[in-house]
């Protein structure tokens, strides 16, 4: 009898469904984990632009709150601060789309602006979050599970 050197085909079955059945387990996991970190990052980013409007807000009364995301925009090297570029927030939040969520400012009319209303909606739902967020001057964050809040959603716990 010759000695054989190596692994059996059912040995090797044995490991491949071994590794097979771990993946089934982990990808569900590191994809909740993705969706809970893009959540987080999306309540930030509407904490920031709170902060934002009221700062830009106070630096200019006669034009009141930014009316748009790139009016808050200008962190670069040699920014000067102005109503039309207020150095509060980064480009790639001011360009409306941040880590798997939409931002849209909005309800801001008038002269000078007393009113804004910021909302974060995941690019695909249940893919690159869940909930949608919602601001407005009042500070208050408001989620809600469907994937677009409005300022009837619940406050954000």
Known sequence: MRKQKGFSLIELLIVVAIILIIAAIAIPN???ARISANESSAVGSVRTINTSE???ATSYPNVGFAATLASLDGVAAGCVASSASACLIDSVLAAGSK???????GGTTGTPVVTYTISATPVSIGQTGQRGFF???SGVIRNDASGTATGASSPLQ
């Open 135 to 137: 601001s407005d001057q």
């Open 99 to 105: 880590s798997g969520y939409t931002f849209a400012l």
């Open 54 to 56: 009221v700062s830009y």
């Open 30 to 32: 590191l994809l909740r």
